[in-house]
């Protein structure tokens, strides 16, 4: 959380903008259920919903009521639940909607005033995850006994899982809630006409051109853009200002303890792409996606997020399939199986995972960029060898230093083309010998097995610590590692390692 997460709140029912601060404190009580701070939260809201209409007693009225977003009306929603007496599909769809939204102590109270009144016919999976998201550590998680005594030890049992989960959540205190209370009265005190305004929405255009900006690295983006989220969104824009303060030197001890906080949810904190990669082998740099494992598994969801602009910060995205290129030293690998590639419905990405890239994903790259790959992962056979060549000059990709190639035909024109200075290849790769025509090529790796590093002197292969242990324990390597030497010899290589 921010230094002072109370701030915005503060600043918010100063103005009068009721809606607003409820937003901030909503997201406050999420990440720590401070006791004063809900109960600041149930006085504002509950003033707030004073003032909303009621919600329309139909599937449509309920469902355009909770796509406001207005925080003030998640309680009424909760109350509401089976309102109009929708069938299970409907009431599903509500009560997974409802699981979602921002935790309100006020829509745990609802739901579980509706337990105790047993027996309680609802979903019980539904209800858990509202019970569970919602969550009241305040709360009693005991059913009083009833004469009724039909379903209730599985209701129990849910309050008690419920109650496990209360248990860890952090608790607080957070300096300044104690007189949240206060402040929500005296803003309920005053005038009305600004409660229900809400946050000025972001401009897609605007924010478009400062994400182009922040990709282009031009001077000040990010804190541009830091600035220009910070009533939306104040975790991730505090995010990225300290990210940003911590690359320029050390930061204050205050700042790195919430610098550290922040890290910990750095994955939530990276807007839309967060759906889309992993937690694991995740890298964020200057507030913004750096390198990350993707996960995204539909074509549905790659063309959701294909065209978000925010991708073009990383530097290296892996599919799931190319971990052994990072036996030969080689990091942001981009293969078929994370690579944007644009059609004419926008960006989609391919669902082979690992697989190099074909003469037709070549040609889609050469219709967009400038693309920031480092790494480019091709198939190249002796079919379409000059077709790839030929599609290759119209690529852009200024970064590019390395091409992973895969099949037997590696044309040197290809990495004469795009004048990258490594290779990685597998062993049995034929064009091996041939590579020194490349002139720019200066590093080739033969997977994990060797590489070979030019000098002023030629040639000089370098061999992994055992390597050949690994020969003696490995019939696969036995079988070529003696035509390998032939060809290295025959490239005037000296031998080390």
Request: proline share 7%; glycine share 8%; net charge neutral.
């Amino acid at each position: 959380m921010p230094s002072d997460p109370l701030d915005a709140v503060r600043k918010a029912l100063a103005a009068g903008r009721l809606t607003v601060a409820m937003e901030h404190l909503s997201a406050v009580w999420a990440e720590v259920r401070d006791p004063d701070v809900a109960s600041a939260l149930e006085r504002l809201g509950d003033g707030l919903a004073a003032i909303r209409e009621p919600i329309a007693p139909s599937q449509q009225g309920w469902l355009e009521r909770e796509a406001e977003g207005n925080p003030a009306d998640t309680a009424q929603l909760a109350r509401d639940l089976h309102l109009g007496e929708p069938g299970a599909d409907r009431l599903k769809e509500r009560g997974q909607l409802l699981a979602q939204r921002t935790p309100d102590p006020r829509t745990f109270a609802v739901m579980l005033e509706r337990v105790h009144r047993l027996p309680y016919e609802g979903h019980g999976a539904m209800f858990q995850k509202i019970l569970e998201r919602h969550v009241d550590p305040r709360a009693s998680f005991t059913l009083p006994p009833t004469e009724r005594q039909w379903g209730r030890d599985g209701w129990q049992k849910r309050l008690d899982r419920a109650a496990k989960l209360a248990a860890r959540l952090p608790a607080g205190p957070i300096p300044g809630a104690a007189d949240l209370r206060a402040l929500v009265d005296a803003a309920l005190a005053g005038p009305r006409e600004r409660w229900l305004e809400t946050r000025a929405p972001l401009d897609d255009a605007v924010m478009a051109d400062l994400m182009r900006a922040v990709v282009a690295g031009e001077p000040d983006a990010r804190l541009v853009f830091a600035d220009r989220i910070a009533e939306h969104d104040p975790d991730r824009a505090t995010f990225i200002q300290l990210q940003l303060a911590a690359s320029e030197g050390d930061l204050p001890a205050r700042q790195r303890k919430a610098l550290a906080a922040l890290t910990k949810r750095q994955l939530d904190l990276l807007g839309p792409l967060s759906k889309a990669v992993s937690k694991s082998g995740l890298g964020v740099r200057g507030g913004f996606l750096d390198a990350a494992n993707v996960i995204t598994a539909s074509d549905a969801a790659a063309r959701e997020l294909g065209d978000e602009p925010s991708w073009g910060t990383a530097r290296a995205l892996w599919a799931k399939h190319v971990a052994f290129y990072e036996g030969a030293g080689v990091s942001g690998l981009y293969s078929a199986g994370c690579a944007m590639l644009p059609d004419d419905g926008g960006w989609w990405w391919s669902h082979r995972g690992g697989q190099p890239l074909e003469l037709p994903q070549v040609r889609g790259l050469s219709r967009g960029g400038p693309w920031p790959f480092e790494v480019l992962q091709v198939r190249s056979n002796a079919s379409t060898a000059d077709d790839v060549v030929a599609v290759a000059r119209e690529l852009r990709c200024p970064r590019l230093h390395t091409l992973a190639a895969i099949g037997q035909a590696l044309p040197v024109a290809l990495a004469a083309t795009l004048g990258v200075r490594e290779v990685v290849l597998r062993p049995h790769a034929y064009d091996l010998a041939r590579l020194q025509e490349a002139p720019t090529v200066t590093t080739i790796h033969v997977e994990d097995v060797y590489r070979l590093v030019r000098d002023q002197q030629g040639w000089a292969i370098h061999f992994p610590p055992g390597f050949r242990e690994q020969i003696d324990a490995s019939g696969y390597l036995r079988k070529h590692v003696a035509q390998i030497e032939l060809d290295l010899r025959g490239m005037g290589a000296r031998f080390r390692g």
